[in-house]
Nanobody, 116 residues
Framework: QVQLVESGGGLAQPGGSLRLSCAASGFTFSTYAMSWARQAPGKGLEWVSGIRSDGSDTFYADSVKGRFTISRDNAKNTVYLQMNSLKPEDTAVYYC?????????WGQGTQVTVSS
């Protein structure tokens, strides 16, 4: 059974950092591209970052470029999102997702709140 389990969310101060993790199981993780997306209160889903299956390329939304870093460890079936210089507008539920061919899997999300 496919599972994506996010962790690492919580409360951070503006300018602070958090590291999200997403542990995958039930599929061949190393063949899937992985992404992070977020949904702020009252807003739609926003794509944040993506990484190729082998980690060779990474991609970022303009809103997080230079502050967030996506990475993956295929030996641990885990994708990460290092979030630095956090802003209040980064407050959202963050979701990881896996993509390959016609297959898309999503996690249940982890809350990130940036507030002083």
């Amino acid at each position: 059974q496919v599972q994506l389990v996010e962790s690492g969310g919580g409360l951070a101060q503006p300018g602070g950092s958090l590291r999200l993790s997403c542990a995958a199981s039930g599929f061949t993780f190393s063949t899937y591209a992985m992404s992070w997306a977020r949904q702020a209160p009252g807003k739609g889903l926003e794509w944040v970052s993506g990484i190729r299956s082998d980690g060779s390329d990474t991609f970022y939304a303009d809103s997080v470029k230079g502050r967030f870093t996506i990475s993956r460890d295929n030996a641990k079936n885990t994708v990460y999102l290092q979030m630095n210089s956090l802003k209040p507008e980064d407050t959202a539920v963050y979701y990881c997702s896996a993509h390959w061919a016609a297959y898309d899997y999503w996690g249940q999300g982890t809350q990130v709140t940036v507030s002083s």
